[in-house]
């Protein structure tokens, strides 16, 4: 044999010795691996149900809150809804009773108008009726009355002029 076929088949032999003794370390390496990785799983798995326990616990505290958030708004809601009917129907009220004041106020007023007012007005236009009346019938006479005042002014210049004569 020759020193390369020597050294080839040592390296071998070597080879084969150095796999013996890894594989059992290799195998122990595997299982170390194998179970850290269960365990791993595992641990994994028991925070996964811890924490999704927690999430349910949350989540249902969470619902308790909001429904009796919700009752309470639905509450206060109501509330002010029944406040808020009990002052429109106090305004209502005063209005009803304003309406009715103003109603008997308006009835007042008409029947002044129709029992004092009216009258009155009738009268007042009656007078005046009359009075105009009167006055076209004097109308026609005032003006013979003014050609009459003209006349006379004539006939008095003309004997003032005629006394300055004589004077």
């Known amino acids: 044999m020759t020193n390369e076929e020597l050294l080839l088949a040592m390296s071998d032999l070597l080879d084969v010795k150095l796999r013996a003794e890894l594989q059992p370390l290799k195998n122990e390496l595997h299982e170390e691996i194998r179970a850290v990785r269960d365990e791993l799983h595992a641990e994994i798995q028991a925070v996964k149900n811890e924490l999704h326990t927690e999430i349910q616990a949350v989540k249902n505290e969470l619902r308790l809150e909001i429904r009796a958030a919700k009752d309470d708004l639905h509450a206060e809601i109501q509330a002010v809804r029944d406040e808020l009917h009990a002052e429109i129907q106090a305004v209502r009220d005063e209005l009803d009773e304003k309406i009715q004041s103003l ?52 006939v008095v210049m003309d004997h003032s002029v005629k006394l300055q004569k004589l004077a």
């Open 103 to 154: 109603d008997a106020r308006v009835l007042q007023l008409q029947l002044n108008q129709d029992t004092v007012i009216i009258p009155t007005l009738n009268d007042i236009a009656s007078c005046y009726t009359d009075t105009f009346k009167r006055y076209q019938a004097y109308g026609d006479k005032m003006d013979s009355v003014y050609e009459d005042v003209n006349l006379l002014k004539k």
